[in-house]
């Protein structure tokens, strides 16, 4: 059964995210390239997330990352990508620069940040318990 | 198909220990025996400071790159391998080895336990105590080879 929902859960994620890209593609190639829409907003989100993934990759490839603490690693991590999202915002001009709207800006990266690396720490809850059962069975087996 | 017997033949005169299946087919489960026994059919070569040795595979408990050196670590000794890390990966397709990150190949036989951080990595604990570890790229692969197992 999780496994079941665990695979709905990805159909209907990258099913989403494919229609998102497409129709916001569909929308500039109709209608032109025009920041005031909530399309073009949709496609500077899909590019934050792929500098996102472009991070992870390259702080994947330094191996002083892996020798730091998790708590550290993660705290930094969060950090960069905060001051990533607040140059998309600037630069595409999610908000004009006022406290209040960074304020608001700032709890939005918060609570998405809680709900993602909740799911993603789930996941690998449950990939540690599978693992460590298959451990199990091989060392019972071995005596 | 089930092993219905095993046969030992110990013999004063034997040169050679020598291993053979007589079988209809090869199926799945006779596939992962041969492969279980194949890592015991050959040794890998590493030197220390007495000299070169020859050591059974199935002694190492993992291999690490550092600094373009490659290090063969045992129970409680270490050796130095003049393979690199990717030639003895391709050597060591078809045993309990399997790549856990970018510069480190486990013998899941001397895993005891994993656990997972908050940055997606996992910390190996082998059956010596010793911790290393799994980068989030090679975890499906480490589950594979363990459903393998």
């Not at chain 1, 989403?16 to 399309?39: A, E, F, P, R």
């Not at chain 2, 194949?38 to 190492?60: R, V």
């Not at chain 2, 993992?62 to 409680?76: A, G, N, P, Q, W």
């Not at chain 2, 080895?97 to 940055?119: E, M, Q, W």
């Amino acid at each position: 059964m999780k496994k079941k929902l665990n695979n709905i859960f990805q159909y209907i994620c990258i099913s989403y995210t494919t229609i998102l890209i497409v129709t916001t593609l569909t929308n500039i190639c109709i209608n032109g390239l025009d920041h005031s829409t909530h399309s073009t907003f949709l496609l500077e989100i899909f590019f934050l997330l792929v500098v996102y993934w472009g991070i992870e990759l390259l702080t994947d490839q330094i191996n002083i990352f892996q020798k730091i603490s998790p708590i550290i690693y993660v705290s930094a991590h969060i950090f960069v990508e905060y001051i990533v999202f607040l140059l998309f915002a600037a630069l595409f001009n999610w908000y004009s620069l006022c406290l209040k709207n960074l304020f608001r800006f700032t709890l939005t990266f918060i609570l998405i940040e809680i709900i993602v690396r909740s799911i993603f720490y789930h996941k690998i809850k449950i990939a540690e318990e599978e693992i460590n059962r298959l451990i199990t069975d091989q060392n019972i087996s071995q005596h | 198909m089930l092993l219905t017997s095993i046969t030992i033949q110990q013999e004063n005169d034997c040169v050679e220990n020598e291993i053979l299946i007589r079988c209809k087919v090869i199926d799945t489960r006779l596939k992962h025996l041969i492969e279980y026994i194949q890592q015991f059919t050959f040794c890998l070569e590493g030197f220390s400071k007495d000299g070169l040795a020859s050591i059974p595979i199935e002694s190492i408990y993992y291999i690490e790159s550092v600094e373009k050196r490659t290090f063969l670590y045992l129970e409680t000794e270490t050796f130095e391998s003049k393979a690199n890390l990717t030639a003895l990966e391709t050597q060591l397709l078809n045993t309990p080895f399997v790549r856990i990150s970018k510069n480190c190949i486990l013998n899941t036989s001397y895993l005891k336990s994993v656990k997972a951080f908050a940055n997606h990595r996992f910390e190996a604990t082998l059956k010596n105590g010793e911790k290393i570890i799994i980068s989030r790229t090679y975890v499906n692969d480490l589950r594979e080879k363990m459903k393998n197992n």
